[in-house]
Antibody, heavy 115, light 107 residues
Framework: QVQLVESGGGLVKPGGSLRLSCAAS????????MSWIRQAPGKGLEWVSH????????HYADSVKGRFTISRDNAKNSLYLQMNSLRAEDTAVYYC????????WGQGTLVTVSS | DIQMTQSPSSLSASVGDRVTITCRAS??????LNWYQQKPGKAPKLLIS???SLHSGVPSRFSGSGSGTDFTLTISSLQPEDFATYYC?????????FGQGTNVEIK
C-alpha cells in the first residue's frame, strides 16, 4: 500500500544541523510533488517546503528559507530535508506527505532543538 | 500569504449531533480547499479535497461545501471516532497554509 516513513529526527543543540529522510513505497514516487509539514508541540500544522516531481521547482516557508534545503532522489524513492542553523522554534514533529492534496502522510519524526 | 481562519476553535458535541466547522480564506481560493482530521499522537488524514470531494474510505457523514472564500465541513451525525481536531488547508498558492484547527470534544 501507499506508505511514507520518516527518519532522522532527534535532539540537537541550537545552531546545529539535522537531515530528515522520508522513504516512499506503493506509488510512483517520481510522478508526485512532495512536501514537508511540521507541528510544534500542542500547536497546529505548518507547511515547510515542497519539491516538484523532477526536483526543479522548490518552495519554502519564510520561517525556514535560507536554513532548510529540500531534495529528493527518485531512484531511491526518497525525500530529504537538510536543516541547518536550527532554532528552538524549529522543535516539532516533521511529517512528509505526498502533495496535492496532502495524502498520505508519514508517521512523523520528532525534532527537538534544545541546549 | 493567504490566511485561513477556522471557527470555532473548539466545540463540544454529543454523539449523533450535526456539527459544522467553518473555514474562511483571506482571498479567493476557488475550490482549492482540503480538510484533514487529526487524532492525538497521530498524523493527519485527508477527509475532503477540492472543497467537496470525499476522499476514498471516508464515511459519507462527512461533507464539504463552499468556494471562493467561505467553506464548511459538516459531520451529519457525530460518531465516537470523530472526536478529533480538524484542519482546513488551501492549495491555491504557495505557501500552502492551514487553518488553526477546530477541536471537537465530547460533551
Amino acid at each position: 500500500q501507499v506508505q511514507l516513513v520518516e527518519s532522522g529526527g532527534g535532539l540537537v543543540k541550537p545552531g546545529g544541523s539535522l537531515r530528515l529522510s522520508c522513504a516512499a513505497s506503493g506509488f510512483t514516487f517520481s510522478d508526485y510533488y512532495m512536501s514537508w509539514i511540521r507541528q510544534a508541540p500542542g500547536k497546529g500544522l505548518e507547511w515547510v517546503s515542497h519539491i516538484s516531481s523532477s526536483g526543479n521547482t522548490i518552495h519554502y516557508a519564510d520561517s525556514v528559507k535560507g536554513r532548510f534545503t529540500i531534495s529528493r532522489d527518485n531512484a531511491k524513492n526518497s525525500l530529504y530535508l537538510q536543516m541547518n542553523s536550527l532554532r528552538a522554534e524549529d522543535t516539532a514533529v516533521y511529517y512528509c506527505a505526498r502533495d496535492g492534496p496532502f495524502d498520505p502522510w508519514g508517521q512523523g519524526t520528532l525534532v527537538t532543538v534544545s541546549s | 500569504d493567504i490566511q485561513m481562519t477556522q471557527s470555532p476553535s473548539s466545540l463540544s458535541a454529543s454523539v449523533g449531533d450535526r456539527v459544522t466547522i467553518t473555514c474562511r480564506a483571506s482571498q479567493s481560493i476557488s475550490s482549492y480547499l482540503n480538510w484533514y482530521q487529526q487524532k492525538p499522537g497521530k498524523a493527519p488524514k485527508l477527509l475532503i479535497s477540492a472543497a467537496s470531494s470525499l476522499h476514498s474510505g471516508v464515511p459519507s457523514r462527512f461533507s464539504g461545501s463552499g468556494s471562493g472564500t467561505d467553506f464548511t465541513l459538516t459531520i451529519s451525525s457525530l460518531q465516537p471516532e470523530d472526536f478529533a481536531t480538524y484542519y482546513c488547508q488551501q492549495r491555491y498558492s504557495t505557501p500552502r497554509t492551514f487553518g488553526q484547527g477546530t477541536n471537537v470534544e465530547i460533551k
